[in-house]
């Protein structure tokens, strides 16, 4: 583990902050890190930063990310990564589709698929206005961006997949990318299989370990360690576990029903 410093603290909505460090990395779009805070825990995190100082975004929602939310410019945390797969960029033409804190891992993918000559669509979403994300940065990296809000205040009134149904009706891309509730990510691949899109999914399960010893992210049927095996992994990978959009399990391994397919 190493020990770094917070050289930035971003607001980037109500509810969630970047936190830029001290730390030089050259990371894959999509991997993550182990991010420890003395006296509270250690938590996984996505790269949102991956060229140059490493930096990751938090959504403020439990007791760890709460406190990581107190975390001020000079404090120290530690570090251990980056780690697990990331996503690999394939083809000429690709399409992001992030909801929430999700779209941290496509943003940098955004810009290095923008700097191999690639043509990137993206598609952002979220609850409302306040709460998208990275939207100015992906646009500035040269991709297309379609929003979409539950509430309607920015770009269409719906979720991305309504977004992305309408983009795929007459439009077709080499590989798509998703990140955001698990939910949606099915929704994802279900209309990209329909197309023949390959699709590549960014995960979350409950991390303990991160490096693949312990055990508690592996997926059932599989057995895949979503900290090793991924969390990026393709459609193929997802279509053989019957846990993805069904369930995921929590620090006791209770199953934990996603609200999606039964």
């Known amino acids: 583990m190493k020990i770094a410093t917070v050289k930035k603290v971003i607001r980037e909505t109500e509810r969630i902050k970047t936190f830029i460090l001290d730390l030089e990395t050259r990371a894959m779009p999509g991997q993550f890190g182990m991010f420890w805070i003395p006296g509270v825990d250690e938590k996984p995190m996505s790269l949102s930063y991956i060229n140059g100082s490493m930096g990751f975004t938090v959504l403020k929602m439990g007791p760890f990310s709460s406190k990581m939310h107190e975390v001020k410019e000079g404090d120290r ?4 990564g980056p780690m697990g797969r990331g996503f690999k960029l394939k083809g000429e033409r690709i399409i992001l589709v992030g909801g929430g804190v999700g779209v ?20 952002i979403g979220a609850m409302t206005a306040k709460e998208l994300l990275f939207v100015d940065r992906i ?10 809000t539950d509430d309607g205040t920015a770009g269409i009134k719906g979720f991305t997949t309504d977004v992305l149904r309408e983009l795929l009706a007459g439009d077709t891309y080499d590989q798509c990318y998703t990140c955001g509730p698990e939910i949606m990510m099915v929704k994802v691949m279900d209309q990209t299989r329909e197309k023949g899109i390959p699709t590549q999914v960014s995960l979350h399960r409950y991390f303990k370990c991160g490096v693949g010893l312990c055990g ?9 360690r979503v900290c090793k095996e991924g969390p990026c992994f393709r459609d193929k990978d997802m279509e053989k576990t019957k846990e ?6 929590d620090a006791t391994s209770r199953r934990i029903p996603l609200g999606g397919k039964k």
Not at 77 to 80: L, N, P, Q
Not at 104 to 123: C, F, H, N, S, Y
């Open 77 to 80: 945390i530690g570090v251990r």
């Open 104 to 123: 941290a891992p496509l943003a940098p993918l955004a810009e290095k698929a923008a700097d191999q000559g690639m043509e990137v669509t993206a598609i």
């Open 244 to 249: 993805f959009g069904r369930y995921w399990r």
């Open 139 to 148: 646009r500035n990296a040269g991709a297309e961006v379609w929003l979409a």
């Open 216 to 224: 508690q992210c592996a997926m059932d049927d599989t057995g895949f």
